[in-house]
T-cell receptor, first 112, second 115 residues
Framework: NAGVTQTPKFRILKIGQSMTLQCAQD?????MYWYRQDPGMGLKLIYY???????DKGEVPNGYNVSRSTTEDFPLRLELAAPSQTSVYFC???????????FGPGTRLTVL | AQSVTQLGSHVSVSEGALVLLRCNYS??????LFWYVQYPNQGLQLLLK??????LVKGINGFEAEFKKSETSFHLTKPSAHMSDAAEYFC?????????????FGTGTRLLVSP
């Protein structure tokens, strides 16, 4: 049981490049989330999903896209990377009706 | 809208001393309150939570927190700090009105423990 896994751990992008951050969970959780963590700012919700095929915006969705084709996977897409997207990105999951989220180890992204 | 305020971005204690990390929340409905801990280069881990019932909740590693509605607070305490407690701690609030757990996080408090 690996829990929530994220790849890659680190990535450096040039302005305007695109990339996909991968997130997978093996706990059969319905709900999945993407957060970004900026220094001194806490975590902000980017997008979330309540099940396969269902996604919705969180607090800071601009510049990102998501899809949820399976229960296990919830990738986050950056289409045109900007320096403002330099951050640490965390994926999390939870069981429907549960108040506990399980977090992955994070992806540290730098956009230069 | 919900919000969380954590007083003090850094708290320093000596090993064996009391740990007190402060959290105040704002919510128009009964809140669900959480403390998460983040060790260096790791994801967040649930430390403890308050949903309903007893207002004093105990978590892992000897931490506890008390929900005080009159003070809109949910401070985290531990009687005796250990070196391994050095980490960043996040307070968060949510409610389940919509059936979706949307956490609102505070800005975090980094706990430093000196020998």
């Amino acid at each position: 049981n690996a829990g929530v896994t994220q790849t890659p751990k680190f990535r450096i992008l040039k302005i305007g490049q695109s990339m996909t951050l991968q997130c997978a969970q093996d706990m059969n959780h319905n709900y999945m989330y993407w957060y970004r963590q900026d220094p001194g700012m806490g975590l902000k919700l980017i997008y979330y999903s309540v099940g396969a095929g269902i996604t919705d915006k969180g607090e800071v969705p601009n510049g990102y896209n998501v899809s949820r084709s399976t229960t296990e996977d919830f990738p986050l897409r950056l289409e045109l990377a900007a320096p403002s997207q330099t951050s640490v990105y965390f994926c999390a999951s939870s069981r429907q009706g549960s108040d506990t989220q399980y977090f992955g180890p994070g992806t540290r992204l730098t956009v230069l | 809208a919900q919000s969380v305020t954590q007083l003090g971005s850094h708290v320093s204690v000596s090993e064996g001393a009391l740990v007190l990390l402060r959290c105040n929340y704002s919510s128009s409905v009964p809140p669900y309150l959480f403390w998460y801990v983040q060790y260096p280069n790791q994801g967040l881990q649930l430390l403890l939570k308050y949903t309903t019932g007893a207002t004093l909740v105990k978590g892992i590693n000897g931490f506890e927190a008390e929900f005080k509605k009159s003070e809109t607070s949910f401070h985290l305490t531990k009687p005796s700090a250990h070196m391994s407690d050095a980490a960043e701690y996040f307070c968060a609030v949510s409610d389940l009105r919509t059936g979706f757990q949307k956490l609102v996080f505070g800005t975090g408090t980094r706990l430093l423990v000196s020998p």
